[in-house]
């Protein structure tokens, strides 16, 4: 069986604050968040989901905000660096936002491309590069007007702690195309318009640990759920542990971990987030599946309020 992904679905990361982690990632950069439920199997945590207007595949970055988490390390075994990725043109205008709002910028390179490289609140790697590929998003929220906002994912850096065995296994199982090796680094295609460069480190990095400020993991699209079926049998053929497929609510889900300690998820793209929102208000409510309905009451009243806000430094 030969598969291709289509790129990244989502990824997900820990972080400490929820209401710091919206004014960050609504507030600064401008993504919509998209879906307010609970970790499905710790319902004391959120569970945040942020993206595009309509949360697409390719633009969402999940959290589990935990207050008590210990601080993590960004290393081997990990996603090492999110690539955010915006229209041509737009580079400066984030360099002049990010470094209002005392973020402190690093411009680097890779694969020739010019990166604006910086951390949330919690230390999360995360980058911007410029591209022409993906649809131009539609969101415009607080001093991001649409024409300069994130598209979604540019992709994703990988610290592996077996380089080259992760990647064969982009090549060969997840069906991503090399494109090169430059500067440590090999870079991958997939097929998608966002999500869809991968680079892997190809010297080694120190050990990551988990914890705020660490990716948990990275999933990769499947089309539907025929096709995540196969997935699943094409993954255990390959020789990794697959998990059964999980009801995620807004997709189904299967976990594995890749020989270079990184926690890889297949996720379907449907039914996504208008499953049980209105598009118009995703995000407005706490979403609870229907078999934590009953304990609403109490889960509710064990979590901080947050709210989407127009931060000071856009308000004058
Ligand atoms: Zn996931």
Same mark, same amino acid.
């Given at each position: ?23 960050? *990632? ?57 690539? *955010? ?99 440590? *680094? ?68 299967? *976990? ?61």
């Amino acid at each position: 069986m030969s598969k291709h992904t289509a790129g990244i679905h989502h990824i997900t990361a820990f972080v400490r604050n929820a209401q710091e982690t919206v004014d960050f *990632y609504s507030g600064v950069l401008g993504l919509r968040l998209v879906k307010k439920t609970i970790n499905f199997d710790a319902p004391e945590v959120y569970h945040l989901y942020f993206g595009d207007e309509k949360g697409s595949p390719g633009t969402i970055i999940t959290f589990f905000p935990w207050a008590h988490s210990r601080q993590g390390r960004v290393g081997a075994g990990q996603v090492g660096i999110t690539t *955010y990725v915006v229209p041509v043109g737009a580079m400066a205008f984030w360099k002049e936002r990010l470094e209002r709002f005392d973020i402190q910028v690093t411009e680097a390179t890779r694969f020739g491309e010019q990166l604006l490289q910086f951390e949330d609140k919690d230390g999360l790697k995360l980058e911007i590069v410029e591209r022409e590929q993906g649809p131009q998003s539609e969101w415009s929220f607080g001093g991001v007007p649409a024409g300069k906002a994130i598209k979604g994912f540019g992709g994703a850096l990988l610290y592996s702690a077996a380089p080259e065995k992760t990647a064969t296994l982009l090549e060969q199982v997840m069906g991503l195309t090399k494109e090169g090796e430059n500067g440590g *680094y090999v870079r991958f295609r997939a097929t998608g318009d966002l999500g869809n460069v991968i680079d892997v480190n190809t010297t080694l990095v120190a050990n990551g640990i988990g914890g705020a400020g660490t990716v948990h993991h990275i999933a990769w699209r499947a089309k539907d759920d025929a096709d995540h079926t196969q997935w699943r049998e094409h993954v255990l053929q390959n020789g990794f542990q697959a998990t059964p497929i999980i009801d995620r609510q807004y997709f189904n889900a299967i *976990y594995f971990r890749e020989a270079g300690g990184i926690l890889f998820e297949i996720a379907t793209d449907p039914p996504g987030f208008a499953r049980d929102e209105a598009p118009d208000s995703l995000g407005e409510k706490l979403m609870l599946p229907e078999w934590f309905e009953p304990r609403r009451a109490d889960i509710e009243a064990n979590l901080d309020p947050i709210e989407v806000r127009v931060l000071e430094g856009d308000r004058s």
